[in-house]
């Protein structure tokens, strides 16, 4: 049997997600790994979850185990509000759908404004999975940086005005640990009124700030800007896979009530609706105790975080730079030009026993070929500094030999 | 701030589903409803799934709790190949796949074979919510009938070469609770292989056979004829939705590896994976007693379809026909031609208080205006007596008004 000439041309453009595949190889357990972007299980609020499910099941199991809205669980929908109202973006429940994780979110906001060849504009590097659930739909890519001053007539001509949206991970972002400044946000909301497009704020990671300031969402400053929720462009989508459990498989999307009730259709046709336990125990927990949990999870994290900046710091040879984050699961280096990411982890696998993700797959030019991405969450004390170092002397040996 | 034009195609294609919207409507406690295709939850196995999510979160918190493969649990799928093989289906671990219900299978498969354009050949009528996710990938419908002798030229012809899949729910059929019989299943798999293409085998109801023989599955028929699923083109989707519960959402698909790949990175891409607790818990369950819980369901239904058949023998007039199928959830009538679903649904729901859905959402051509769908899981002894006495004096007044 012969496949290939049935499958629709969007198939050729997913290809697996290279972390993925390496998260499968990393299971040896004498190899240190920053390759995941995984919390740590140990954080997982065990206790709370059991007691959650326990007293779903027993208060409402026939809601528990029975079909429910597409649109998501009302109560978790009510807390979600809640919590959006405190980061400056006040909405109605209509504002608000329940997703499966915020991956889910960005494959439905691909299928909701991606024609084949339509243009997403996307930093250089972004989240693989962003760039992941939007090849599905065929788009091109253009370079979204802020800091440029790259026209709106200059964004349209290059896509014969088909920009569709700008896509940014806003909060120590995946895969950098960068975080947009005031000024950043300002110009994203610019152009993206300049080009009459929608903008896909992911804030997956916002929850886990170690220090430094809160920086206002962009869906925030718009409404500061507009007046209301449903005169923004702005499309926000949250997770709890960061703070409470990626297993559950719960995240959610904020948005223009015209925007949300098109992807309720969306989410009806893909998979009616998320868990109806899930949410409910997502609810229970987060009402539990969400503030006082993601408070111990920032405090653990934020020490692996010093602890690899400090390792970083003693371990890595001159021309090696990297990023700061002020939150979030990610510390992102740039090598010397001449080396390469993949290249190195070949020999870091087979020398050393330490993984990372190479950096190149992040960009969806191509480009970026001597970066990699070293996750912090899922380390302690001892593998940070062992790995890291190892890794120093890895690059530096590479830096002399070349 | 106008969508409209930001919007990708495929939603101008994309509507509510009738029966969704109905559902939110139908919770008036006076209404009878034979209108919803939702489990009893009267039999949900309550007990065994706060066993299993205690269980599993003490003895495997922090996988249950954890990012997993997209491929899903495979101790859920060793069972699914166990359960396979009674059916005919001997296969191996990487020829299945776990979805988020079998909806999602219905996705993912559009996704996977539909460029715009592109044909399927679905029943007249098929299932709303294979017809909304085909929907979104934007394809032609043509008539599969298996009863029928068009010729693959002909199919070919109508879709300029480009057919890519049948479609089929097999086993009393959402809408019409017919089975196909195996001279169906011959006729089908034998225009699948002069039409190349896949077969989309929905088996969702498969387990729910109140009487009379089981019948083979293409899937089945197919191996027993070319030796081996990886020379097949059936892609066979599964469900727990109708044995377990729903509200868990954990389906698969079962198909030639090749096909199995290409979902995975589809999967991947677009959800990461199925929530890791409740692919664990439904292991859990299905393992200590899917059999008897199945046998008990089946039990439980077997005498409201009998209880639905003997009153629609004693309620409805001339004129009026209806399937009696050997399984699953639903009756399909058929009205006199000139008779409207619809109408009848609104005089029906203001005058009789009795809900059912008109059939002619389920027909990708518009037709079928006469028909309805009749639900016999989720309504007692006498809700069933006395709402199918309302509806066929409804019905008989109609004719004799018309």
Redesign the interface.
Known sequence: ?D?VH??????TR????EI?ELL?ILDQPDVISFAGG??D??L?P?TE??DA??AV??QS??????????EGYRPLREWIQGEMARVGVPCDLDNILIT??S??AL?YLG?????AG?TALVGWPSYL?AL??F???EPRYDRLDPKSNRSAQDFNDAADGRV??AYMSVDFANPTGVTLDHQDRVNILQLADDL???IIEDAAYQALRFDGEATTPILAMEIADKGNI????TIYTGSF?KTL?????VGWVVA?K??ID?I???K???????????QMVVNYVARACFDEHVAKIRTAYMARRDDMLRALAAHMPDGVEWTRPEGGMFIWMTLPSHLDGAELLAHSLREERVAFVPGQAFFADGSGSNTMRLNFTNANAEQIETGIARLGQLIAQTISNA
Chains 1, 2 share one sequence.
């Open positions: 049997m496949w049935l499958l629709a041309s969007r198939n997913m290809k697996a997600s993925r499968k995984i919390p299980p140990a997982f065990k979850m059991a499910y326990a099941l027993d199991g026939d809601a528990a185990l029975q079909y429910s809205a597409s499966s994780g991956q889910q494959d299928k909701l404004f991606l024609n339509d999975g992941g659930a090849n599905a739909y569709k949206f009459d497009i929608a449903d005169a923004c462009r896979s459990s990626p297993g559950l498989r223009a015209p925007v098109q309720v259709l969306i009806q046709a893909s998979d009616l609706h998320s868990p109806s336990i899930n």
